[in-house]
C-alpha cells in the first residue's frame, strides 16, 4: 500500500473487516464471536496498521482507537498545534485592541479585571515568542521544505525586513516599536502555518481554540444588543435623574475617571457619548470596535459554516439542524448589528462569487446570485439609510484619512514616517473639520505611508500572491473545508481596503495563520482528513 494512494475507505479512522482466520471457524464459536479486528489509519501515509484484538474499556473498539490509544498518538506537533490554537483563541478573547493602543489599555489587577478587561496587547508578544521558537524547533526538526512558490516565502521576509529599515527614520519610536512586534508576530504565524501546520492534517488541532473563541466573541455579541446595552443604558439615564443615588460612591469616582459621567455646569451628567452608543446598538464583541468584529465575521464564519453543514452528517436531524441553525443565527445577527456597512458588502459578494462554484445547473446559479444580491442589497439600503441620509460622514473621513495617506507617501517614499505612525502625519495634514485618526483605515496604503513605496509594495505582493496562487487551486479543487478558508481570508484582505485589521493582534495572527496554511498546500487536503470525519 506504501507505493499508492490509499483509498478513501482505508483513510477512515477505523475500518472493520473480518480476519480470514476467523472466517474459518465454526459458525457461533468462541474464536468467531470475538468480532471484528479493528485497523487504524495510524501512519502519516494514511495506510493502515492492524491493531491489537484487546478491546478498550468502552467495549466499542481496540485499544488503539480508545481514550488511551488518542492520547498515545498525541504527537509533540499535535500538542504544539493545540496550544497555539488555544492561544489564537485568546488573543480573540483579550487582545482585540490596535497595538498602538497599548499605552492606554490599563492592566488588570484583580480577577474579575483579569476575566472581563482586555489585556494590555504587548502581553500577548511574551506569549508568542517562547510558542514561534519552539514552533521552529518543530520545523527545522522535520526538515521543513519552502512552498512550491518560493516568493511566498521571500516577500514576507523582505517586508519584515524592510520594516526594521524603516524604523530607523521613524518619527515616533514608540508606535514603532509597538508595530514591529506586531508585524512579526504577524510573519511568525505565516511561516508556522505554512511549513509546520500544514502537515499531517493539523488544520483540525488549531481549530479547536480558534472556533471556541470565535463562537463565544458571537453569543458577546449578541447578549450586547439584547441585554447588556440597554440594561446599561437605562441604568445610567436612570442614575442621572436620581443624582447617581443608585450607585456606591466609590462606582461613581471610577465611572467619573472612565469619563462615563461627565461633570456640566457643576451637574453630574451620563456621557452623551457613552448614551448615543448603546441607543444605536452596535455591537464589537470581545474586539475594539464593531467594525473589527465584522472582519472576524468574514475571517471564520465561511468556516464554521463549512464545519456546521459538513461535520455533522452523522448526527441526529435535530441534532444537526440545531447546530446549522445556531451557526447562521450567530453570525448572521453579529454581522447585522455590528453595522460595518463595508463587512455587508463584502459578505453579499463572497456569497454571490461562491455560489458561481457550485456544482448546480447555469440558470438556478444565476437565479441563486441574483437573490442574493437582491436580497442583500435589500437589507443594506433599510438598514443605512439614515445613516447615508446624515452624509455618511465616516466615508467622507476615510477619504480624508487616504489623502494624507498619499501626501505622506510623496513627502517620503523611500522610509516613509516608520510603521504604526500614520496619526503623526495626519495631525498635520488633516482637514479641520475631520476627527482624529490614529489609523489609516487601509492596511495597504498606510504601508506605503509608514514604510515607503517599497514597503507597501512587498507587502501588497505578498497577499496578492498568496491568495491568488492557493485560492486559483483551490477554485479548481478544493472542497468545502478549503473553500470557507479561502473565502474567509478574500474577505478579510478585502476589509484591509477600509480597515486597520493588521494592526489588532486577535485579527491579523489568526488570519496569517490560515494564510500559511493556504500558502503551503501543495495538494488540497483540507477536506480529506479528519475534520470531516
Request: proline share 5%.
Amino acid at each position: 500500500m506504501s507505493g499508492s494512494t490509499p483509498s478513501r475507505r482505508a483513510r477512515n479512522c477505523c475500518t472493520f473487516r473480518k480476519s480470514p482466520a476467523r472466517m474459518k471457524s465454526p459458525a457461533g464459536s468462541p474464536r468467531n464471536r470475538r468480532g471484528k479486528i479493528c485497523r487504524c489509519s495510524n501512519k502519516p501515509s494514511g495506510c493502515c496498521t492492524r491493531t491489537c484484538r484487546k478491546r478498550s474499556r468502552s467495549k466499542s473498539a481496540c485499544s488503539n482507537c480508545s481514550f488511551d490509544g488518542v492520547m498515545k498518538n498525541l504527537t509533540a506537533t499535535k500538542l504544539f498545534t493545540l496550544v497555539f490554537g488555544l492561544f489564537l483563541g485568546l488573543t480573540l478573547w483579550k487582545f482585540g485592541n490596535p497595538v498602538i493602543l497599548d499605552h492606554v489599555i490599563i492592566p488588570p489587577k484583580s480577577p474579575a479585571d483579569f476575566l472581563n478587561d482586555p489585556w494590555p496587547t504587548h502581553w500577548a508578544n511574551w506569549i508568542l515568542l517562547p510558542l514561534a521558537a519552539v514552533g521552529g524547533i518543530l520545523i527545522f526538526q522535520k526538515k521543513f521544505s519552502w512552498p512550491a512558490n518560493r516568493w511566498l516565502g521571500l516577500l514576507p521576509l523582505g517586508w519584515l525586513g524592510w520594516q526594521f529599515i524603516s524604523a530607523s527614520e521613524t518619527v515616533d519610536a514608540n508606535l514603532t516599536e509597538a508595530t514591529l512586534w506586531q508585524f512579526t508576530g504577524c510573519v511568525a504565524c505565516y511561516f508556522l502555518g505554512a511549513l509546520l501546520f500544514v502537515r499531517e492534517n493539523l488544520l483540525r488541532w488549531i481549530l479547536f481554540g480558534v472556533l471556541a473563541a470565535f463562537t463565544f466573541c458571537l453569543m458577546r455579541a449578541v447578549d450586547q444588543r439584547l441585554f447588556e446595552f440597554p440594561e446599561n443604558r437605562q441604568m445610567l439615564v436612570e442614575g442621572e435623574r436620581s443624582g447617581w443615588t443608585n450607585f456606591p460612591p466609590e462606582t461613581v469616582a471610577e465611572m467619573k475617571s472612565q469619563n462615563i459621567i461627565l461633570t456640566t455646569n457643576g451637574i453630574d451628567v451620563a456621557n452623551p457619548a457613552i448614551l448615543t452608543k448603546f441607543a444605536k446598538g452596535r455591537v464589537s464583541g470581545t474586539l475594539v470596535y464593531p467594525n473589527a468584529l465584522a472582519g472576524i465575521i468574514l475571517l471564520l464564519w465561511p468556516l464554521s459554516l463549512a464545519l456546521a453543514f459538513g461535520a455533522t452528517k452523522n448526527l441526529k436531524p435535530l441534532i444537526r439542524f440545531a447546530a446549522i441553525a445556531l451557526t447562521i443565527f450567530l453570525g448572521g445577527a453579529a454581522l447585522f448589528w455590528s453595522g460595518s456597512k463595508l463587512g455587508w458588502l463584502i459578505a453579499i459578494g463572497l456569497a454571490g462569487l461562491f455560489l458561481l462554484r457550485l456544482n448546480w445547473p447555469k440558470k438556478i446559479k444565476l437565479v441563486a446570485v441574483a437573490t442574493v444580491l437582491i436580497f442583500g442589497l435589500g437589507i443594506f439600503a433599510i438598514r443605512f439609510h439614515h445613516y447615508f441620509a446624515s452624509g455618511a460622514t465616516s466615508v467622507g473621513a476615510r477619504f480624508d484619512y487616504w489623502r494624507a495617506a498619499a501626501q505622506t507617501t510623496a513627502t517620503k517614499p523611500i522610509f516613509g514616517t516608520g510603521p504604526g505612525t500614520f496619526q503623526r502625519p495626519y495631525a498635520q495634514l488633516k482637514s479641520p473639520d475631520s476627527e482624529m485618526a490614529r489609523l489609516t483605515h487601509n492596511d495597504y496604503l498606510e504601508q506605503f505611508s509608514d514604510s515607503g513605496v517599497i514597503g507597501g509594495l512587498a507587502y501588497t505582493a505578498w497577499i496578492f500572491m498568496a491568495l491568488t496562487t492557493g485560492g486559483l487551486k483551490i477554485w479548481r479543487n478544493g472542497g468545502g473545508i478549503s473553500l470557507a478558508i479561502f473565502a474567509g481570508l478574500l474577505g478579510w484582505f478585502a476589509q484591509g481596503f477600509g480597515e486597520f485589521g493588521l494592526y489588532v493582534p486577535a485579527l491579523a495572527w489568526t488570519a496569517f495563520t490560515l494564510l500559511g496554511v493556504l500558502a503551503g498546500q501543495k495538494r488540497i487536503e483540507f477536506d480529506k482528513n479528519a475534520i470531516n470525519r
